[in-house]
T-cell receptor, first 112, second 113 residues
Framework: QKEVEQNSGPLSVPEGAIASLNCTYS??????FFWYRQYSGKSPELIMS????GDKEDGRFTAQLNKASQYVSLLIRDSQPSDSATYLC????????????FGTGTLLAVQP | SAVISQKPSRDICQRGTSLTIQCQVD?????MFWYRQQPGQSLTLIAT?????????ESGFVIDKFPISRPNLTFSTLTVSNMSPEDSSIYLC??????????FGQGTRLTVV
């Protein structure tokens, strides 16, 4: 089992819709979870971090964490064509070792 | 957030040679990491750069091939040694504080011919 898993997509949504991106992880002691956005040819850009169970909202983005289910998600409301990118879930694996492991990424395509 | 400068941004190298990539952070950070991203793939952690001591390598990566230095809290280098075309990839430096978000440099696009 991979440490961090995501559906590779592509996930296609119409402009204005809600895009839902999902991620599961295997390490139960993980405490820190992140979503990065990566445009083609660019380096990853942090868009959300979440450390406790529940929802965290920042503008059009909402991160959701459920540690019991080992599940973290990202919702993008009012999706725009400029949101089209690969979204990478990252998990801080192993507590004290503090290494960030990435999922395979989900390609999001927002159709105008 | 930390601003991370990485250089070179790209290079084309002959097989059998070595390339050293530099990473400079604008503030003191606890953690520095080196990742590789092959075309169309996600990020694979190569190693954690430890200040003043040997780096901690992930499975499949060895010090002889990817020697790493970190002489202080804000600077690290990754060398790709004895390169082959299979080493063609994007190499990314990442830095941050313990158990918090990490930020990335702009990456080094390496092509080995």
């Amino acid at each position: 089992q991979k440490e961090v898993e995501q559906n590779s997509g592509p996930l296609s949504v119409p402009e204005g819709a809600i895009a839902s991106l999902n991620c599961t992880y295997s390490d139960r002691v993980s405490q820190s979870f992140f979503w990065y956005r990566q445009y083609s040819g660019k380096s990853p850009e942090l868009i959300m971090s979440i450390y406790s169970n529940g929802d965290k909202e920042d503008g059009r983005f909402t991160a959701q964490l459920n540690k019991a289910s080992q599940y973290v998600s990202l919702l993008i409301r009012d999706s725009q064509p400029s949101d089209s990118a690969t979204y990478l879930c990252a998990v801080n694996i192993g507590g004290a070792t503090n290494k960030l492991i990435f999922g395979t990424g989900t390609l999001l395509a927002v159709q105008p | 957030s930390a601003v991370i400068s990485q250089k070179p941004s790209r290079d084309i190298c002959q097989r059998g040679t070595s390339l050293t990539i530099q990473c400079q952070v604008d503030s003191q950070v606890t953690m520095m990491f080196w990742y590789r991203q092959q075309p169309g793939q996600s990020l694979t952690l190569i190693a954690t750069a430890n200040q003043g001591s040997e780096a901690t390598y992930e499975s499949g990566f060895v010090i002889d091939k990817f020697p790493i230095s970190r002489p202080n809290l804000t600077f690290s280098t990754l060398t790709v040694s004895n390169m082959s075309p299979e080493d063609s990839s994007i190499y990314l430096c990442s830095a941050g504080l313990m158990n918090t978000e990490a930020f990335f440099g702009q990456g080094t696009r390496l092509t080995v011919v």
